[in-house]
């Protein structure tokens, strides 16, 4: 089944910017959030990225050699059937590997959605979440865009913990 397509605007490794340590960024194209000053508006169209089997995908994570990965966008969560796919196809392959994701949707709406986004949401090991508001723009945030956005990972009981990270 590795020959399902998912379509991504681009694909970075070596980033530290993205979560925690170095790490192979991939950005998935579409969003229906359409945040005001969003950074990256060019990714809320969707299909604007190239299409890339998840085979694909797979290995160039791989061969890029780190284990962890970070689903950005556009917003994976308006993609989440397919970003779910890649998760546990990533996770088959390289079992140790860490993932996050960011999204302009809160915890309790993708904890409250019993489609996709929660199956996405049950694969990840760290998520950035909140719509950035251009009113809260900090460059106190690490790994955020804005003061209201939280970053989320799970704890040694795999549960939630808020974790928000200011430096």
């Known amino acids: 089944m590795e020959n399902k397509v998912i379509n991504i605007i681009k694909i970075v490794p070596d980033t530290v910017v ?29 299909g604007c990225g190239k299409d890339y089997t998840i085979k694909e995908v797979v290995d160039l994570v ?9 689903l950005s966008g556009g917003d994976p969560f308006w993609n ?8 546990t196809e990533l996770r088959k392959r390289i079992p140790e590997i860490n993932i996050w994701a960011y ?12 489609d996709s986004k929660l ?6 090991d760290g998520l950035v979440d909140g719509p950035f508001i251009d009113s809260l723009k900090s460059e ?16 040694e009981n795999n549960e939630w913990t808020l974790n928000n990270i200011y430096n």
């Not at 989440?80 to 998760?87: K, R």
């Not at 999204?103 to 019993?114: A, E, F, H, R, Y």
């Not at 106190?140 to 704890?155: A, E, F, K, M, V």
Request: proline share 5%; net charge positive; hydrophobic share 25%.
């Open 140 to 155: 106190d945030c690490l790994w955020r865009g804005s003061l209201n956005q939280r970053i989320w990972t799970r704890d």
């Open 103 to 114: 999204t302009g949707l809160t915890m309790d709406i993708i904890k409250s959605n019993p």
């Open 62 to 70: 791989e061969k890029y050699g780190h284990k962890r990965v970070t």
């Open 18 to 46: 993205d979560g925690p340590r170095m790490r192979t960024s991939i950005y998935v194209s579409g969003c229906h959030n359409h945040c005001p000053g969003c950074h990256n508006p060019e990714s809320q169209v969707f």
């Open 80 to 87: 989440a059937e397919i970003c779910h796919y890649l998760c």
């Open 119 to 124: 199956e996405l949401l049950n694969q990840l």
